[in-house]
């Protein structure tokens, strides 16, 4: 919904979807499009977070682990959540800093 909201705001965040801003125009972001974009994609972040999280503890708490009892799927659903917490706070920061 936020990134709907974007394209309401003025001229929305004019940076396209790779962030950049246009370096051939003189043309600052002076509204808060930009941030409004920042601050939605670290909610999507978040939410994939703690997503992983809960995929986690239920797997755990439901002792699926032992690997001669589980399927392939449910080992891809562990790896695939321990690698988004490893690697979303590293994609936040940089996010951050644009």
Known sequence: TNL???????????SGWTLYPPFTLNQSH?????????FSL??????SILSSINFITTIYNMNLL???K?????????FTSILLILSLPV???SITML
């Open 70 to 78: 589980s399927s392939l799927f449910l080992w891809s659903i562990v």
């Open 91 to 93: 994609l936040a920061g």
């Open 4 to 14: 709907m909201l974007l394209s309401m705001i003025k001229m929305g965040v004019s």
């Open 42 to 47: 670290h909610l999507a972040g978040i939410s």
């Open 30 to 38: 002076s509204d808060y499009s930009m941030e409004l974009m920042v």
């Open 66 to 68: 032992p690997m001669k």
